[in-house]
């Protein structure tokens, strides 16, 4: 079966050996059995470790409430509440606003009536690729962020 996303990578999967040892035991795999099958199937190895990705892809995504987007032109932030995304872009008209250096919150407190602060904001229904089209923002640069006071931007701009 193919992955759903991508696998964690060695250092995640550092972190995370605990779980990964419960996930190996709910599949009847102990310390032992794992130590054999890495030097014997490789396949099967794979197919753990890809699994095992996707259970805490899946994990992660499902609680997703915020994520933004940054390049130095623009800044963009995401909501996901239920099955709605919705989401602001915010940009300085003559582009002299780095927006990797910016702490966005407070600086729009004192910016927000500047005439070059640019905002544009946009809502679309998720569909049953709820995950995958968050996952798909976070292959093309977005991170999550637990960013509670991201709420309030939305608030604001609506």
Known sequence: MPMK??????????TLAEDFATFLAAQSIDAKS?????????????RQLDAFSD???EDVLSKV??????????CFVFQVNGELMSMLRF????????WTTV???DWLKTHWSNEMLEISKGTKKLNENRHQEIFKLIQQGASIVDAP???SLFLMFS
């Open 5 to 14: 996303y991508i696998r964690l990578t060695q250092e995640q999967f550092h």
């Open 34 to 46: 794992w130590n054999r099958l890495k030097n014997t199937d490789i396949v099967e190895v794979d």
């Open 55 to 57: 259970v805490v892809w």
């Open 65 to 74: 409430k915020f994520l933004e987007h940054r390049t130095s032109d623009f």
């Open 91 to 98: 940009s300085w008209l003559d582009q002299t606003v780095d």
């Open 103 to 105: 702490e966005l919150v």
């Open 149 to 151: 006071e991201y709420a």
